[in-house]
Structures are given as structure tokens and as C-alpha cells.
């Protein structure tokens, strides 16, 4: 993780950046608010006062030319620091067009700018008292003026200064979910489910938290938070006294495994924490086609550090059939709309009595997902399903209240 701060408190008359440093970043006022001046021909000039949702310095994001105004608190001001890659992997990812349009703009821009400042000596390095970026040698940008971005735009940008900065200080949080082994009766592992509790707007759905961090490189940070926890939480119930050794499953979407060295950096982290080989399992699940050639790799690189792959939401999506024979998945997970249909659909019976027999066929486990009645549970048992998870067997928990019940046993 870097060490740039992910917030920023400056007070009134602080200079964020001075015109001619050099840019690291973009800034979002979350409070208070800064002018943005320049001189052109010797003159100060106020090109913009920006208020709370504007964003300021933002061409650092596109490019490294130096900074060409200076921006300066007019009150006590608090700002959230917009790191390049929150915007460099959703430029990449833009029509191109779109992308040259951008890129053509602001090489009028700078080339205006030029032309007024023509004649005119470098400010920056008159600047009384050295700014914010200058200070911290990480820090950001140019100023421009108006802010250029779609209201919702900036509030993405602010969930996701707010995530990383969650991120940074311990914001976030992995609840555990048990997995009940049915023929055992016993729990025999649980699925790390990652918590938000946004200080605003309280619990962030870790659908929207995942789908928000793989806009840009975030997802790489989350997932490895997610799987450092993970690895100590094993050791915790190892150390306990967890009888047999449980397993904690952590899900991993396609778009993570995009990122290359992932895997690599997940085993290693395994290994590092020596926990005992067959605790870690990962889950795939699908927030677009899973990449055949990315999968057939990281299903290698698992097995061969004793780490279990299962298949997420099986029945839904894109997890269809053609992933079961062209993949070594150990495990299956039904997705939980077949489970809460069992009881009243014969339909639904026939569809999980069928990938319970395939996955026994193709030697991999299966686990019921969204059991929430001991009617469903019987059934499973019935039909020959490995292990449940759902609200019956009980919601995630915090490591910490597993523990005690782990020893008030
Ligand atoms: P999932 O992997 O399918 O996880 C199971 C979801 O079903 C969890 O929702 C869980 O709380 C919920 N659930 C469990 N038992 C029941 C039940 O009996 N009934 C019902 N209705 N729901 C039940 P949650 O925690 O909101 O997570 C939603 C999704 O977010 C997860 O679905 C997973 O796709 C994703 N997710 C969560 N944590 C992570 C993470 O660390 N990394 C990644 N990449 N994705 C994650
Ligand atoms: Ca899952
Ligand atoms: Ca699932």
C-alpha cells in the first residue's frame, strides 16, 4: 500500500500546490474552500473559488506536465486526495475516441496556457512558503478550473477516496459465514464475507464495495486485505484449537484475476503464513465471463499450494456448464435461488438433484448456499449434499465471537 495520504487537512491561507510543482494527484473538497489563482502577465488573477464535490488539480490524473495555478485554502479545508489510478485504469478502459477527445483538449489547454504565460518567470519557485505537494514529495498537481465531472462521477470518486481511505486505517472488516458439513453435523469451515461501515452512509453492500473497487486497481488492495485477514483468522482457530482444522473460503471475481500476479501474490501470502495446507479456498464468482485462459492458470498455481477452488453461484450468470468440464473446480456452489425453490418446485429439486450427481461424477463437492430452514436441510441431507451454508447455520460473525464459542465449548 503507498504511504500517500488519502486526506488531507489544510488551514486557512495553506498553499496546496504552487504553480510549476510537479503533479501526483487530483483532490476532491469535502469541506471548506479554495481559490484557484494564476498570474498572467505579471497580474494575479482568481481563475475559481471551489466549494464541498468539486475537484481540483485533476489533469495530474492524465498527465505529468508541471502545475499551471496555484491553489491556496481560503478557509480551513478538508480534501480527499484522488489517486491516478483511480482515473488511469478508467481512461484505459474508454471508448477511444472518447479518450482522444480528452487527450486533444487538454493539449489545447496547456497550449493556451502557454501562450499567456509566455514571457513570464516560473511562479512556483517564487512561492513564500513551499505548498502541501511541494512538503510531501507524493503529492499532486495542476489546477485548473471548473470542475470538469459528472456530479455522479465525483461522488464515485469520493466513495472511493473514502474506501481507500477505509482501507489505510482499518475501516474495513471480514466477517465470517460457517459451512456446515451436513453428513458431520459439525462446521467444518466458513466464507470471508469483507464489511464496510461507511462513517455516513453505515453498511456499504460489498456488492457495490467490490463492484466500485474494480472500476480501478483498488480491487487488487481489497482482495489482499481480504486474504492477509483471512490467513490470520486460520491461524487464530488453528491456535484455538479448531478440531479438525476449519478452511475459510474467500471470494475472488473475474475482474481480480485480471490483475496480473494476483494468484502469485495470494500463495505467497499462504505460504508465508504457514497455515496448515487445505485452509485457504478460493471462490470464483462472476461479475463478467470468466477468462478460460486465466482460469486454467490460477486453478494450477491453487492446487499446487494446496489451495481449493470452488464455483460460485452455480446456476446463475456466467457460471454455466461449459466452465464444470473444462475446469477442475473442487468444489460446487448452487446458488441460493435453487435452494430457496427446493421445497415448493419440483422443478428446482430436479435441477439440484442433477448438479449434485454431476458433481459427484466429476469428483467435486457441493455446497448449498442460502439454507434457511431445517425442511431444506433435511431435504439436502436426503439428496446427498456435502455441506450448507445459510442463515440456519448462522449469519457471518466476527472472528473474534467464533472464538469465544469456539471456547466455550
Ligand atoms: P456470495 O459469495 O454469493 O456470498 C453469499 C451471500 O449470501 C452473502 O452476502 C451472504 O451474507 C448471503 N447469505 C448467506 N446466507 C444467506 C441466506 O440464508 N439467505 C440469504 N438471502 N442470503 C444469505 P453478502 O455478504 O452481502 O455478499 C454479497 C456478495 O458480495 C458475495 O456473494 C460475493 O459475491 C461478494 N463479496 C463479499 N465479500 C467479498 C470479497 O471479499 N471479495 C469479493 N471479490 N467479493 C465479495
Ligand atoms: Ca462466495
Ligand atoms: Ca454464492
Known amino acids: 500500500m503507498n504511504s500517500t495520504p488519502t486526506r488531507i487537512h489544510l488551514p486557512k491561507g495553506g498553499v496546496l500546490f504552487a504553480d510549476g510543482d510537479q503533479p501526483s494527484s487530483a483532490y476532491l473538497v469535502e469541506s471548506g474552500e479554495m481559490e484557484i489563482s494564476t498570474r498572467v502577465r505579471g497580474q494575479r488573477m482568481v481563475l475559481s473559488r471551489l466549494g464541498a464535490g468539486e475537484l481540483l488539480g485533476e489533469m495530474a490524473v492524465f498527465d505529468t506536465g508541471p502545475r499551471s495555478a496555484t491553489a491556496t ?8 486526495v484522488i489517486d491516478p489510478e483511480q482515473v488511469s485504469e478508467r481512461l484505459a478502459k474508454t471508448d477511444p475516441v472518447i479518450r482522444a477527445l480528452i487527450e486533444s483538449l487538454l493539449r489545447r489547454y496547456r497550449g493556451m496556457l502557454e501562450t499567456y504565460r509566455l514571457a ?3 511562479w512556483g519557485a517564487q512561492a513564500e512558503v513551499p505548498s502541501f505537494e511541494r512538503v510531501h514529495a507524493d503529492a499532486i498537481v495542476h489546477a485548473d478550473g471548473e470542475p470538469s465531472m459528472h456530479p455522479t462521477g465525483v461522488d464515485k470518486l469520493r466513495l472511493e477516496s473514502q474506501l481507500r481511505e477505509a482501507l489505510a486505517h482499518d475501516g474495513l472488516d471480514v466477517r465470517y459465514q460457517p ?6 453435523q459439525r462446521v467444518a469451515g466458513y466464507e470471508a464475507l469483507i464489511r464496510w461501515n461507511h462513517p455516513v452512509r453505515g453498511p456499504v453492500s460489498p456488492l457495490e464495495l467490490v463492484g466500485l473497487a474494480e472500476e480501478s486497481a483498488l480491487i487488487v488492495q481489497v482482495g489482499e486485505y481480504v486474504f492477509d485477514t483471512a490467513c490470520a483468522a486460520v491461524r487464530r482457530l488453528v491456535e484455538a484449537g479448531a478440531q479438525p482444522s476449519p478452511f475459510i473460503a474467500v471470494n475472488v471475481s473475474a475482474r481480480q484475476l485480471e490483475h496480473p500476479g494476483l494468484i502469485e501474490r495470494v500463495v505467497a501470502r499462504v505460504d508465508a503464513a504457514a497455515v496448515p495446507r487445505g485452509s485457504l ?14 482460469v486454467r492458470q490460477a486453478i494450477e498455481l491453487c492446487h499446487q499450494h494446496g489451495i481449493g477452488v470452488a464455483l460460485d453461484d452455480f446456476g446463475t450468470g456466467y457460471s454455466h456448464l461449459t466452465q464444470m468440464h473444462r475446469f477442475e473446480f473442487d468444489t460446487l456452489k448452487i446458488d441460493q435461488g435453487f435452494i430457496g425453490a427446493l421445497l415448493h418446485e419440483p422443478r428446482a429439486r430436479a435441477v439440484v438433484e442433477a448438479i449434485i450427481a454431476m458433481a459427484r461424477a466429476l469428483g467435486a463437492q457441493i455446497v448449498a448456499e442460502g439454507v434457511e430452514s431445517d425442511e431444506t436441510l433435511a431435504m439436502l441431507r436426503t439428496l446427498g449434499c456435502d455441506f450448507a451454508q445459510g442463515y440456519l447455520i448462522g449469519e457471518a460473525q466476527p472472528l473474534d465471537a467464533i472464538l469465544a464459542s469456539l471456547r466455550a465449548r
Open 73 to 80: 485554502a481560503c478557509v480551513d479545508t478538508v480534501l480527499y
Open 120 to 122: 513570464e518567470p516560473r
Open 179 to 184: 459451512i456446515l458439513d451436513i453428513a458431520r
Open 281 to 294: 479456498k478460493i471462490e470464483f464468482t462472476e461479475s463478467q465471463a470468466l477468462d478460460p485462459a486465466l
